[in-house]
């Protein structure tokens, strides 16, 4: 029996997630507003950006420099289009690398002060990549940098409007999901949970802390950089203010909104209304930050576990609450034979 019950739960999963993907890929010929669209294709991206904080967070890191490495990418794949002459796909693949190699010096240093002074260390390195950007003629300045081709075209396809830099996204963003899914089932994914659930233990049972926390910060920022790519092609403009400190508390708030312990669908939600909840609340703009702001502190102060993990509770509540009834009726007759008697 036991048997079975574990065989339906990963179908169940697999349902619901071919159910997500079919809604995602026929969205563009429901959805006539380019408006919407590009507020679809900025989902996906918040969405692996939240991805990322999930994966440092899950080895007991957690990081206010995000934005720094999604920054990097971005420029340093405009730079590439820009100076050198490379097309999007040579320049993303590039960029990518770039964002690894950088994550790596980095985090050879920085990884082995976890705790506080990880998180202010990022945050100091997210400010420093600002001003780099925006103190330095190469990158612009704080003007940016402007013409940034777009992603160009693949056969007949043509990259040029929102439905096909839509598709271009998704791909990306379920190509990163996928690599990040193989990570947590695999070896290193149960060997970061152990660090998570107790570091001390993890280095008991003889597992390098250092080793994995460098290849989780490696990795994370390596996806940051490559969304990035994707967000200065798509733009064509970029500014050094659009990778500041508040970019990565919202990176961070993706994640906490959706449920930490959920690694990719929880950074997917947390992002989904982070980018529709303000828009829907346009009639009042005034009072929208207000809304918005008072919403999120309600979820995070009274449901921690984020809205996948409140929802995921909801059934264990009703199943406690009707065993705590069963007992108090079996209570109540067995006092009742008793009196009969």
């Known amino acids: 029996m036991k048997s079975l019950t574990d065989q339906r739960v990963p179908i169940s999963k697999l349902v619901w997630l071919s159910v997500a993907l079919i809604i995602l890929i026929i969205l563009p010929w429901i959805i006539e507003s380019p408006y919407i669209m590009h507020l679809l294709i900025m989902f996906l991206i918040l969405a692996v950006l939240g991805m990322t ?3 440092l967070f899950n080895t007991g890191l957690i990081t206010l420099g995000a934005a720094a490495f999604y920054g ?24 990518t690398l770039i964002t690894a190699i950088l994550a790596l010096a980095l985090g050879a240093i920085i990884v082995r002060h976890a705790g506080v002074a990880f998180v202010i260390i990022t945050m100091l390195f997210a400010h420093v990549i600002v001003q780099v950007t925006g103190q330095v ?14 992603p160009g075209s693949i056969g007949p396809i043509e ?11 998704l791909f990306l ?22 660090i998570k659930l107790s570091p001390p233990l993890a280095e008991t049972l003889g597992i390098n802390l250092y080793r994995y926390r460098l290849l989780a910060f490696v990795i994370g920022s390596s996806a940051a950089g490559a969304v990035g790519s994707f967000y200065a092609h798509y733009f064509g403009v970029l500014t050094p203010g659009t990778f500041g400190g508040w970019t990565s508390i919202y990176i961070q708030l993706y994640a906490v909104l959706g449920g930490l312990e959920f690694y990719i669908l929880g950074p997917a939600i947390g992002a989904a209304i982070m980018t ?30 984020g809205i996948l993990g409140t929802l995921q509770t909801f059934p264990r509540l009703r199943l406690a609450s ?18 009969r008697r």
């Open 53 to 55: 904080f999930s994966m």
């Open 72 to 95: 990097i990418g971005a420029y340093a794949s405009a730079l590439s289009a820009t100076k050198l002459g490379l097309s999007f796909w040579l320049a993303l693949p590039l960029a």
């Open 137 to 150: 003629e190469l990158f612009g300045g704080w003007g940016g940098i402007l013409g940034i081709p777009r």
């Open 159 to 169: 990259f040029a409007g929102k439905i096909p830099c839509y598709y271009l996204m």
């Open 173 to 194: 963003s379920l190509l990163i999901a996928l690599i990040f899914y193989a990570l947590y089932t695999c070896r290193v994914g149960r060997v970061w949970r152990t």
């Open 276 to 305: 529709f909840l303000p828009e829907f609340l346009r009639i009042a703009k005034e009072v929208e930050p207000i809304i918005t702001g008072a919403l999120l502190l309600i979820i995070i102060l009274f449901f921690p576990g």
């Open 322 to 339: 009707m065993s705590a009834q069963v007992r108090k009726i079996r209570a109540w007759l067995s006092s009742g034979d008793k009196l």
